[in-house]
């Protein structure tokens, strides 16, 4: 079946160091890619999405680059602010499918000031 | 305007009762789904209906129930509460099905007693 491997955390960082949150995925077709965050006490928020390989996806400072040839959609930012402290979530769907996201386990982040 | 809504933020209950938690788009997406979150964070899709319809039911114990009066609302209703049932619980709702992203409500933090 379809699966998302995250990296496992936690992970702590102090401000302005730099991100990577590794997310590979096995999928019997095609899939579409997001990254997904959590703030304590909330829902989840899309961060970032990719549809189609070499598509990369940024937001916020973040970045992830779809790899079909490693079925990688690893998580990147360049330098993170306390504000970035949260769940990270990376997931999958299939177009056509009925199952719509599938979710890596979740890595917590916590950026030290 | 909240996009995702679902209400009661919090739940606290004993074990045996039966709790409803309610959810409200306003997308006009025609997909909406449950997921449950356990205490490591990990999430899990219960329930998945297109245009008022069960597409997905994911092995979900049948004191679970959901009900979808229309395209813009899913309840879930829960019967003889059990210890086991304590979780976070978050509705979402896409436009499609699979391959698009979907928007997550804050969440139902359901304590069993």
């Known amino acids: 079946g379809d699966s998302v491997t995250q990296m496992e955390g936690p992970v702590t960082l102090s401000e302005e160091a730099f991100l990577t949150i590794n997310c590979t995925y096995t999928a019997t077709g095609y899939p579409s890619l997001f990254w997904y965050v959590q703030y304590p006490g909330e829902g989840l928020q899309l961060l970032l999405k990719a549809t189609k390989a070499d598509d990369k996806g940024s937001n916020k400072g973040f970045e992830a680059t779809y790899r079909k040839e490693t079925t990688s959609f690893h998580l990147e930012k360049g330098s993170v602010q306390v504000s970035d402290s949260a769940v990270y979530f990376c997931a999958l769907s299939l177009t056509g499918s009925a199952r719509q996201l599938t979710f890596g386990s979740g890595t917590q982040l916590t950026v030290l000031p | 305007d909240t996009a995702v809504s679902q209400t009661p933020k919090y739940l606290v209950t004993q074990m045996g009762n039966d709790k409803s938690i309610k959810c409200e788009q306003n997308?006009?997406?025609?997909?909406m789904y449950w997921y449950k979150q356990d205490s490591k964070k990990f999430l899990k899709i219960m329930f998945s209906?297109?245009?008022?319809?069960?597409?997905i039911n994911e092995t979900v114990p049948n004191r679970f129930s959901p009900k979808s009066p229309d395209k813009a609302h899913l309840n879930l209703h829960i019967n003889s509460l059990e210890l086991g049932d304590s979780a976070v619980y978050f509705c979402?709702?896409?436009?499609?099905?699979?391959?698009?992203?979907?928007?997550f409500g804050q969440g139902t933090r359901l304590t069993v007693v």
């Open positions: 209906y297109n245009n008022k319809e069960l597409i």
């Open positions: 979402a709702s896409s436009l499609g099905t699979g391959g698009t992203e979907a928007f």
């Open positions: 997308l006009g997406h025609d997909t």
